[in-house]
């Protein structure tokens, strides 16, 4: 690997952020203007959305199940079994859900993205878009961002009720506890400010997710090994960056709320 100067690494990543917020910025302001592709967002919808929802349950189930049975061994030093419902639902609503949700979907949808719009460029079909006076970012980016956002959303909600079940499948089968009594200490524990911050970070996340996806695809150079590549490198970073958000969206909604 040839060595890079630290100015020459430091140019290119400024460079990268530059291309990364204008292609952001385009995709954006793509919605607020015609014409728009439906078929595309409804396309993207189908495969994002539905596409996602195994691996969404799975995951939600599962980690509602480990949170109830971990949660339950600590409190019952305290005697506060019957609190593990409270605990199930704050851990789901307002971080495990959200942040496992995007986490599944980047896997699967960002890496998906730049191996599709990667083919696209390396096979100079984007090239032939341009050449017949369609925007490629409007044709291909902006339906990706419409579809994640809104699709993930319902994905997180969707995480977080069949996590709360899970820890009452749990708690009633493993636990003993009784049903009614989970689902009213879950139901209590919430409040309007734990719901809006868990709905919150899934907007920043499917943005996250779509863009990122996007830009690596768009930027895909190499041929096949540069799929390859511009395919890993998505995933790590929309990754990465959902954690990062995730922690500020975190931190802005405690001090708005307070808790």
């Known amino acids: 690997m040839p060595f890079v100067s630290p100015e020459a690494f430091a140019k290119d990543k400024i ?15 793509n919605l607020f203007s015609k014409p728009r592709y439906w078929a595309d967002i409804f396309t993207q ?25 971990q949660s339950a061994t600590s409190l019952q030093a305290f005697g506060a079994v019957s609190m593990t419902g409270s605990l199930v639902a704050l851990s789901m609503v307002k971080e495990l859900g959200p942040v496992l949700t995007g986490l599944m979907v980047s896997g699967r949808n960002a890496s998906g993205m730049a191996s599709e719009i990667g083919s696209m460029k390396v096979t100079e079909q984007i090239d032939a878009m341009r050449a017949l006076g369609t925007d490629p970012i409007r044709k291909l980016v902006t339906p990706r961002i419409s579809a994640t956002v809104f699709m993930l959303f319902f994905l997180t909600i969707l995480s977080d009720a069949v996590g709360i079940a899970g820890g009452a499948l749990v708690s009633v089968t493993l636990l003993g506890l009784n049903a009614s009594s989970y689902f009213h200490n879950s139901y209590r524990s919430l409040e309007y400010a734990d719901v809006v911050q868990g709905l919150t970070k899934p907007l920043f996340s499917g943005f996250i997710i779509s863009t990122v ?11 096949t090994q ?21 922690f500020l969206v975190s931190r802005a909604m405690i001090g708005i709320f307070g808790r």
Do not use: E, H, W
Request: hydrophobic content about 50%; charged content about 10%.
């Open 213 to 223: 996806g996007c830009y690596f695809g768009m930027n895909t150079k190499g041929g």
């Open 226 to 246: 540069g799929v390859g590549r511009a395919t890993t490198q998505a995933v790590v970073v929309s990754s990465v960056f959902i954690i990062v958000v995730d």
């Open 45 to 69: 919808m189908d495969s994002i959305g539905f596409g996602s929802l195994p691996i969404v349950v799975l995951t939600g189930f599962f980690t509602g199940c480990v949170l109830a049975l």
């Open 15 to 29: 460079g990268a952020i530059q291309d990364y917020s204008i292609l952001s910025g385009r995709a954006v302001a």
